[in-house]
């Protein structure tokens, strides 16, 4: 390929093939070649480089976008939650306390609803960053049961855990497990209205791999047989359309199945109409147990060390360090009873 010149003193590009022509004894003679216009293939390349441009441009635009949208909108929700709740637990009037309450409904609704489609972006650019780890499950699970208790005992149904024994983990990412497991806890809870929710843990085989299996069992309104092979479908819920009867975005298993399998986990389900669910998740069991000096089994509150109690007054020193003040605000607040806080910015 090469420019020529023409005429007009404009370049023209062109390609051009040539051999050489011989004699009987092989001397060259001459040649001879042909040369094609590549104008049009040459605008066409050139409008496929600039399109090529602007789809990175654009890409790199909606990361940028996708990390604004993580901040100034997980943010200042974090801020809304926060302190409707110091509200609640701090004023006396049962109605304003529960116009509080309602903040905090709508308000963790809503982030629910941002996390998903915040995540969902995050896997189709492929931005989500995956960290394998060996996690203790025993006392993640109970973290994350914990904070469905409410939820729970507002619908009336129970939610209770079996787990195999304190020292069982698992190699996964505990950040994609926690979102996967709250939106197991969060679906089983929603469609539940009598009986309730048990999550198990325990070791097993699976496809001859010593595996551990996490377990999200209740006995709501199950899946019918013909919409189980589309649980796991964008944007679907057993109930659609504006008569539906459950809220939600219909993301919450179809990021959970590609957070499992990100994690080279599996996830299944099983399932009998008006009698109850069961979502599987299985990963690879870690050889090594994870020990907790600050956690007890029976206890909701950190533990120090023995060697750091000197006396019962001592308080932990816990150190925020956050940009947002009104978040730093909130943890300060919630901490300072039992805490000895240090901010900084």
């Known amino acids: 390929e090469l420019n020529i010149c023409r005429k007009d003193s404009n370049l023209l590009p062109v390609y051009i093939a040539v051999s050489s022509m011989k004699d009987k004894d092989e001397n060259i003679i001459g040649f001879v070649g042909i040369a094609i216009d590549i104008t049009e293939k040459k605008k066409i390349l050139d409008e496929l480089i600039k399109a090529k441009e602007m789809a990175e441009e654009s890409s790199r ?23 409707a709740r110091i509200l609640k637990e701090e004023m006396d009037d049962e109605k304003l306390k529960e116009f509080a309450d309602r903040i905090i409904r709508s308000g963790g609704r809503l982030m629910n609803t941002l996390n998903a489609i915040l995540i969902l972006a995050e896997l189709e650019s492929n931005k989500l960053e995956i960290k394998l780890t060996e996690v203790n499950l025993y006392y993640e699970i109970k973290m994350l049961v914990k904070q469905f208790e409410s939820a729970a005992q507002d619908k009336n149904i129970y939610l209770k855990h079996e787990i195999e024994n ?7 990412d505990e950040r994609l497990f926690a979102q996967v497991l709250k939106n197991l806890l969060d679906n089983a809870i929603k469609y539940t209205e009598t009986g309730g929710v048990t999550v198990k843990a325990y070791t097993s085989m699976v496809n001859n791999e010593p595996s551990v299996v996490v377990e999200v ?8 047989e013909n919409e189980i092979s589309t649980v796991f479908e964008e944007f679907r819920q057993a109930s659609e359309g504006f008569a539906r009867n459950y809220e939600g975005t219909g993301l919450g298993l179809t990021l959970s199945q590609r957070m499992v399998e990100l994690m080279k986990g599996k996830i299944s389900v099983t399932s009998k109409y008006g009698e109850g669910s069961s979502f ?3 990963f690879p069991a870690s050889d090594n147990t994870i020990s907790s000096i600050f956690v007890e089994e029976d206890s909701d509150s950190l533990n120090l060390p023995e060697e750091l109690i000197q006396t019962k007054q001592i308080k932990p020193e816990i150190l925020i360090v956050e940009d947002n003040y009104l978040n730093s605000d909130i943890l300060r607040i919630f901490l300072k009873d039992e805490y000895s806080v240090d901010i900084a910015s």
């Open 217 to 224: 069992s209740d006995t709501g309104i199950g899946i019918k």
């Open 280 to 282: 599987i998740i299985s």
């Open 61 to 83: 635009l909606k990361s940028s976008l996708l990390g604004n949208m993580n901040h100034e909108l997980r943010t200042p929700m974090n801020s809304i939650i926060g302190f």
């Open 166 to 172: 304190k020292t069982l983990s698992a190699i996964l």
